[in-house]
């Protein structure tokens, strides 16, 4: 099993350029999130997927958007990459939406825009 | 709103000393905790869960948290660091009552002296 697993590790960006971010879990779980995380606040959901066909907005959505293509994979898109967005990135998964679960994160994507 | 706090950004200790991270919790609900670790480079993985009963859970790596509602507070503690503790340490809580909204605290950074 190899949890969660994400791509890029590593991605320079110019501002105003678009990239996806790929995630992928092997353990058959419902829920999938993606959060930001950056120095001082701690991790920061941007979106969520409770179960596969649904999506939802986080607490910081803006300037992304997201699917769910089936239930293994969830990607994260910029659509014009901004320096604000300069973060690192993780994917991570639950068995289903409910605040009790744990969530298995993946080892992360680290964004430059410049 | 609902709040997470972790007021030590970075604490230093000596391997084998004792160790104890502080986590204050804001929230109007009965709130599920976690303690997560992220080493470097990597995401993070669960150390141990709170849902009810005993207040005192026990957790991998030697690690424990006590859970006091009076004081909503929900502090890791571990007896003896050992040098591969070094890392990054978070903070969680979710509630239902809040949409399944889980909330990370901004993370203590501990480094183990030799």
């Known amino acids: 099993n190899a949890g969660v697993t994400q791509t890029p590790k590593f991605q320079v960006l110019k501002t105003g350029q678009s990239m996806t971010l790929q995630c992928a879990q092997d353990m058959n779980h419902n829920s999938m999130y993606w959060y930001r995380q950056d120095p001082g606040m701690g991790l920061r959901l941007i979106y969520y997927s409770a179960s596969e066909g649904t999506t939802d907005k986080g607490e910081v959505p803006n300037g992304y958007n997201v699917s769910r293509l089936n239930k293994r994979e969830f990607s994260l898109r910029l659509e014009s990459a901004a320096p604000s967005q300069t973060s690192v990135y993780f994917c991570a998964s639950s068995e289903d939406w409910a605040a009790y679960n744990e969530q298995f994160f993946g080892p992360g994507t680290r964004l430059t825009v410049l | 709103a609902q709040s997470v706090t972790q007021p030590d950004i970075h604490i230093t200790v000596s391997e084998g000393a004792s160790l104890e991270l502080r986590c204050n919790y804001s929230y109007g609900a009965t709130p599920y905790l976690f303690w997560y670790v992220q080493s470097p480079g990597q995401g993070l993985q669960l150390l141990l869960k709170?849902?009810?009963?005993?207040?005192l859970v026990q957790g991998i790596k030697g690690f424990e948290a006590e859970f006091k509602r009076s004081q909503s507070s929900f502090n890791l503690r571990k007896p003896s660091v050992h040098w591969s503790d070094a890392a990054e340490y978070f903070c969680?809580?979710?509630?239902?009552?809040?949409?399944?909204?889980?909330?990370f605290g901004a993370g203590t950074r501990l480094t183990v002296k030799p």
């Open positions: 709170y849902f009810s009963g005993d207040t």
């Open positions: 969680a809580v979710g509630a239902q009552a809040y949409n399944n909204d889980m909330r």
